[in-house]
């Protein structure tokens, strides 16, 4: 059983920056990547970044391109995503996932392991 918990959203301005975290719990993260995605309400859930296990490989949607940085600490079974530069269109319930490989994926589907996701919403 996986564990995963974000935290650090909240209520920001336009221009602001923030940076959320999730925490993994009951296993090491291994060779496997990690992924943020974001849901809008009535939207679909989007990519917005991924980070391979060595950390040598990110990939980035182009709206969050040059903005926000992925990054994980394995020792500590934690992944962050600092945002920069925050716009109202980037409000959104963030969650985190994991999946069993060590390459990284732009598809949720691909993701086994979620956690319940943090609320950030950035105002005009």
């Known amino acids: 059983q996986v564990r995963m918990v974000e935290s650090g959203g909240g209520l920001v301005q336009a221009g602001d920056s923030l940076t959320v975290s999730c925490v993994a719990s009951g296993r090491t993260f291994g060779r496997y990547a990690m992924g943020w995605f974001r849901q809008a309400p009535g939207k679909e859930r989007e990519f917005v970044a991924a980070?391979?296990?060595?950390?040598?490989?990110?990939s980035y949607a182009n709206s969050v391109k040059g903005r926000f940085t992925i990054s994980r600490d394995n020792a500590k079974n934690t992944l962050y995503l600092q945002m920069n530069s925050l716009e109202p269109e980037d409000t959104a319930v963030y969650y985190c996932a994991g999946r069993m490989s060590e390459f990284v994926d732009t598809t949720s589907g691909r993701y086994a392991y979620w956690g319940q996701g943090t609320q950030v919403t950035v105002s005009s």
């Open positions: 980070i391979n296990w060595s950390d040598a490989t990110t």
